[in-house]
Structure formats: C-alpha cells, structure tokens
C-alpha cells in the first residue's frame, strides 16, 4: 500500500512543482487610463456645479432676496460642499437660470426671483436634512 501511494503521489506532486501558476487575465474591461479620465471629467462636472452655484450666491441680487426672506446666505454657501450628487445638479441648474437670468443687466424680474428663492430654499432643505 505504501509503494502505491509513493507511486502515485510522486508524479502528482512532481506535475504540480512543474505547473506555471494560473494568473488572471491581465486584459481589462475598461481601460484604467478610461476609468481614469471619466472620474476626472465627473469631478470637474460637480466642481463646475458648486463653481455655479458660489458664483449665483455670490450676486448682490441673490444676497438681497436672502436677506429680505430671512435666509442666512452663509449658511447656504457653506453647506454647498455637502451636497449630494443629484442634489447638488438641481441647485446647479438653478444657480445657472438665476446666473443667467442676471447677467443682462441688474433688473430682477419676477421669475428670477423665484428662481433665487427656489434656490435657497433647496440648499437650506438639503443642509437641514444632513
């Protein structure tokens, strides 16, 4: 019995000396380089957003309405950084209809206005609910 397990064990163990190790495969799905770039567009994406929505705090007309309202407009603006992903793209997109309702000229019609209180009110919900 004890020659037939030597007989046998000695070339299984001399195949698995010999054996290449298995390696994964070295091929991807996605490019890292791929992966790469579409995190860097997706963080200048939400840069770009929280750029657009200082730039409308920021905007004498917006820290009027504030004001009249009785929102601290600090507060919103400190709070931008927290903002989730598709919370912080609905403030954006309401940051870029006030930024451009505004940049023709200094008059606030009424439509830009709600849009500013839209606005506030969105970032103050957010920073209430964090």
Known sequence: MRTITTLISAPLMLILGLATPAHAQERHAVAPSALAAAVTDHMAARDADRDAIREALARPEVRAV????????????ASIDSLDSSSLARAAESARQVNQALVGGSSITISTTTIIIVLLIIILILVAAT
């Not at 504030?66 to 603006?77: S, V, Y």
């Open 66 to 77: 504030a004001e009249r309202t009785g929102i601290d407009i600090d507060r919103a603006a």
